[in-house]
C-alpha cells in the first residue's frame, strides 16, 4: 500500500457504513481518486487514539460484500494473508495530525480484532439500504455464440483470421482457467479446455462454440473462465484503467498470461479492421449476456499494453562464477563455460576485453581449463514484445597458469 498521510485521510469520505454506533465502527471510505479502504474499529488504546484494521479493497472485493457472496471475516483473513491488512492507529482529537500504519503479521497479529463469528453485510447507513443475497450467475459454456463483423458487414472471413481468433479464444479461456485454478486448486488444471464449433450462422459472420472439457469439473472452470473473459472485455469497455489494473495488482483475477493472450485476440480484430462480440445465456437464470469490442474500444486495447510495459522488466547485475571455460570464439566473440553454481551459459566478452584482446597477445585462454570469472547478467521480460531471455556477458576471469 502506498504511503498516506492524517491530511490524506482526511479527503476520504464514507462510502458505504455497514456498523454504527456514536461513530461508524466498520465502513468503505473513498479516496479523491476513486481507491476504495476498508476501515474496521478495533478499540480505543489511549484516551485520545484508536486502533483500527485498514486496507486498499478493489471494486470486486467491494461487490462481493454487497452481494453477500464474501463474508466479512473471509475478506479479512484474505487481507492479512496477502500481506494487505494495516493496523491505523489514528487520533480522535480533531486538531492532532497522529496517523501510524503497521502491517498486520503473525507477531502483532490480535485474533480478538477480528469478529467473533462470521458475517455478512446487512445495511448501508449511507443509501439507507438493506442488502440481499445475490448468487453468481455464471455462463452457460456449453453453447455461446462469436460474431465478427467487419466494416461492410460481410458474411464471410479470412479463413486465417478465423483460426487465428479460434486460437487466441482457446488460449485466453484456458489462461483464465488456469488463473481460476490456481486460486481454487493451488495448481494449473490438469486438462485443458478445448473449444468445439456448434454451428455456423450468417449473421455478418457468426459460429455456435462450446467448451469440452475432458474430465468432469466439479469446479466450474469452464464456466467460470469465460465469465471472466465476457467480465474482462466489458471491462475494457467501460471501466477506467486504474479499475483494470486492480483487477491484475490486488486481485490477482488475472495474471500477465491472460492479459497477454486477450490483447493478442484483440489485436487481430484491431488489425483487421473488424468488430467482435460474444452472446450466451446464464445458467441459472437463463439471462443473456453480450459483450462486444468494437472500434469505439479500439483505444482501450493501450490498457493492456500499459499493463504489459509495467509487468515487464530489465536489469543486470555481476556475478562471480567458477567452472570450466569449454569454448572460446575469438573471432566472433563467443565463450561457453559449464560452471559449478548457475549451470552451463553461454555469451559474448565485453567490449571492452574484445578490444584488448585484439591488441594485447598477452591475453590468451586456455580451452578447456578451470576458469573463475565476472559475468554480467541481463534479464529481460518484456511482455509486450514477447521477448524473454538472458544475456551473459564475460567482464573479467583469471585461469590458473
Given at each position: 500500500m502506498k504511503k498516506i498521510k492524517h491530511s490524506d485521510l482526511k479527503?476520504?469520505?464514507?462510502?458505504?457504513i455497514f456498523e454504527y454506533y456514536d461513530f461508524p465502527l466498520f465502513f468503505i471510505s473513498q479516496s479523491p481518486s476513486n481507491e476504495l479502504f476498508l476501515n474496521y474499529y478495533i478499540e480505543d488504546i489511549d484516551v485520545n487514539l484508536d486502533k483500527w484494521l485498514f486496507a486498499r479493497i478493489t471494486g470486486k472485493e467491494l461487490k462481493g460484500l454487497i452481494d453477500q457472496r464474501l463474508s466479512v471475516l473471509s475478506l479479512l483473513n484474505h487481507l492479512y494473508s496477502k500481506k494487505r491488512l494495516f493496523h491505523l492507529?489514528?487520533?480522535s482529537i480533531p486538531t492532532s495530525k497522529k496517523a501510524e500504519f503497521e502491517l498486520v503479521e503473525e507477531y502483532n497479529f490480535d485474533e480478538e480484532s477480528f469478529p467473533e463469528e462470521d458475517f455478512f453485510v446487512e445495511y448501508d447507513y449511507v443509501t439507507k439500504q438493506k442488502f440481499i443475497p445475490v448468487e453468481e450467475d455464471l455462463i452457460d459454456s456449453s453453447r455461446f455464440k462469436m460474431v465478427l463483423r467487419d466494416t461492410s458487414n460481410s458474411h464471410d472471413i479470412s479463413l486465417n483470421l478465423l483460426l487465428d481468433v479460434l486460437g487466441n479464444l482457446k488460449k485466453s479461456i484456458n489462461d483464465m482457467a488456469y488463473d481460476i485454478g490456481s486460486k481454487l486448486l493451488g495448481q494449473r488444471p490438469d486438462h485443458e479446455i478445448n473449444l468445439r464449433v456448434d454451428s455456423f450462422q450468417p449473421s455478418s459472420f457468426g459460429v455456435y462454440l462450446m467448451t469440452d472439457s475432458l474430465e468432469e469439473d466439479l469446479f466450474e472452470l469452464p464456466e467460470k473462465s469465460l465469465n471472466n473473459l465476457f467480465e474482462l472485455i466489458d471491462d475494457i469497455q467501460h471501466k477506467s484503467p486504474v479499475e483494470i489494473e486492480e483487477q491484475v495488482d490486488i486481485d490477482e483475477e488475472y495474471?500477465?498470461?491472460?492479459?497477454?493472450?486477450?490483447?493478442?485476440?484483440?489485436?487481430?480484430?484491431?488489425?483487421?479492421?473488424?468488430s467482435l462480440a460474444f452472446e450466451a445465456q446464464t445458467k441459472t437464470k437463463m439471462a443473456l449476456r453480450e459483450v462486444k469490442f468494437d472500434k469505439d474500444s479500439y483505444g482501450k486495447l493501450e490498457i493492456l499494453e500499459k499493463i504489459l510495459k509495467d509487468k515487464s522488466e530489465?536489469?543486470?547485475k555481476e556475478v562471480e562464477v567458477e567452472g570450466v571455460l569449454t569454448s572460446i570464439n575469438t573471432t566472433n566473440n563467443r565463450f561457453r563455460i559449464t560452471t559449478t553454481s548457475i549451470g552451463e551459459i553461454g555469451g559474448r566478452m565485453s567490449?571492452?576485453?574484445?578490444?584488448?584482446?585484439?591488441?594485447n597477445n598477452n591475453l590468451q585462454f586456455k580451452v578447456p581449463s578451470k576458469i573463475k570469472a565476472t559475468i554480467q547478467i541481463e534479464f529481460v521480460n518484456d511482455y509486450v514484445e514477447e521477448n524473454h531471455f538472458e544475456k551473459y556477458t564475460l567482464v573479467d576471469f583469471e585461469q590458473p597458469e
Amino acid at each position: 500500500m502506498k504511503k498516506i498521510k492524517h491530511s490524506d485521510l482526511k479527503q476520504y469520505k464514507a462510502f458505504h457504513i455497514f456498523e454504527y454506533y456514536d461513530f461508524p465502527l466498520f465502513f468503505i471510505s473513498q479516496s479523491p481518486s476513486n481507491e476504495l479502504f476498508l476501515n474496521y474499529y478495533i478499540e480505543d488504546i489511549d484516551v485520545n487514539l484508536d486502533k483500527w484494521l485498514f486496507a486498499r479493497i478493489t471494486g470486486k472485493e467491494l461487490k462481493g460484500l454487497i452481494d453477500q457472496r464474501l463474508s466479512v471475516l473471509s475478506l479479512l483473513n484474505h487481507l492479512y494473508s496477502k500481506k494487505r491488512l494495516f493496523h491505523l492507529f489514528l487520533s480522535s482529537i480533531p486538531t492532532s495530525k497522529k496517523a501510524e500504519f503497521e502491517l498486520v503479521e503473525e507477531y502483532n497479529f490480535d485474533e480478538e480484532s477480528f469478529p467473533e463469528e462470521d458475517f455478512f453485510v446487512e445495511y448501508d447507513y449511507v443509501t439507507k439500504q438493506k442488502f440481499i443475497p445475490v448468487e453468481e450467475d455464471l455462463i452457460d459454456s456449453s453453447r455461446f455464440k462469436m460474431v465478427l463483423r467487419d466494416t461492410s458487414n460481410s458474411h464471410d472471413i479470412s479463413l486465417n483470421l478465423l483460426l487465428d481468433v479460434l486460437g487466441n479464444l482457446k488460449k485466453s479461456i484456458n489462461d483464465m482457467a488456469y488463473d481460476i485454478g490456481s486460486k481454487l486448486l493451488g495448481q494449473r488444471p490438469d486438462h485443458e479446455i478445448n473449444l468445439r464449433v456448434d454451428s455456423f450462422q450468417p449473421s455478418s459472420f457468426g459460429v455456435y462454440l462450446m467448451t469440452d472439457s475432458l474430465e468432469e469439473d466439479l469446479f466450474e472452470l469452464p464456466e467460470k473462465s469465460l465469465n471472466n473473459l465476457f467480465e474482462l472485455i466489458d471491462d475494457i469497455q467501460h471501466k477506467s484503467p486504474v479499475e483494470i489494473e486492480e483487477q491484475v495488482d490486488i486481485d490477482e483475477e488475472y495474471s500477465v498470461e491472460t492479459i497477454k493472450s486477450v490483447k493478442k485476440l484483440l489485436k487481430d480484430i484491431v488489425e483487421n479492421d473488424f468488430s467482435l462480440a460474444f452472446e450466451a445465456q446464464t445458467k441459472t437464470k437463463m439471462a443473456l449476456r453480450e459483450v462486444k469490442f468494437d472500434k469505439d474500444s479500439y483505444g482501450k486495447l493501450e490498457i493492456l499494453e500499459k499493463i504489459l510495459k509495467d509487468k515487464s522488466e530489465k536489469y543486470s547485475k555481476e556475478v562471480e562464477v567458477e567452472g570450466v571455460l569449454t569454448s572460446i570464439n575469438t573471432t566472433n566473440n563467443r565463450f561457453r563455460i559449464t560452471t559449478t553454481s548457475i549451470g552451463e551459459i553461454g555469451g559474448r566478452m565485453s567490449t571492452k576485453m574484445f578490444k584488448d584482446l585484439k591488441k594485447n597477445n598477452n591475453l590468451q585462454f586456455k580451452v578447456p581449463s578451470k576458469i573463475k570469472a565476472t559475468i554480467q547478467i541481463e534479464f529481460v521480460n518484456d511482455y509486450v514484445e514477447e521477448n524473454h531471455f538472458e544475456k551473459y556477458t564475460l567482464v573479467d576471469f583469471e585461469q590458473p597458469e
